[in-house]
């Protein structure tokens, strides 16, 4: 005996299918078109390299790609790899953004714009390809390397970085730190006060890989230097700058 159970009423099921998504942390669609290996790279954030016998679309995420994108793109699901990337490769770049991101159901963008901005397409470059609203995430970090790589000062760390994100933040929608990748979040959350801003920055910026990383014990206390622009923290290890051994524990404050 066979029974036939509706989980979800169509006419609920009807309106859930055309909600409109927000996505509210996306790094932007490359700029521009890219050999298999920078494709693949795209395909997972670890930098520990894929056996020989398998590729990045022997994975969860291939395998979604194939069978979602692929069709989007004309091809049928789960198509060769070989015939997806040469889809691609022959529409350009900035036909795939605009016929994948039209098709993704999102109807609002929010990029963080911490990571590879100048390969990536910014908010405008997300808003112009997807035909949908983008706004700006600032990442703490990117603001404090920015002026760490120009040469700020220990003792105007603090007042910059304040005046920096205030400046960052004015049509931003939120804030973003990777203070977990970095050191952990085992550390006072607390917004500090002036005077241990200038005594902390000489050694919370310190180098790794060839350009400064802040530290969270500094950035995180100018979270809400903005007047309280929400703040997300990821976490997890499968980064290359994942450095930390402690607490990596996700939390999310005004």
Known sequence: MSMELEVVPAGLARVLEELPLVDHHVHGATSHDLSRTAFEELLGESDRPVPDWMT????QLGFAVLRHCAPVLGLEPFCPPEEYLA???RIGAHEANRLLLGASGVGHFLVET????EELLGPSGMA???GAPADEVVRLESVAEQLAAAG???GEFGRRFAEALWERTGD???LKTVAAYRCGLDFDPRRRPPTRWRRRPGGGLRRAGGCATPCSSVTSSGRDSNGGCRCSSTSGTATPTSTSSGPTRCCCAG
């Open 87 to 89: 889809r691609r490769a």
């Open 172 to 174: 931003a929608r939120g």
């Open 152 to 154: 700020c000062g220990a």
């Open 114 to 117: 911490g990571y590879r901005a």
């Open 56 to 59: 990045r679309f022997d994975s």
């Open 128 to 130: 112009e390809a997807s």
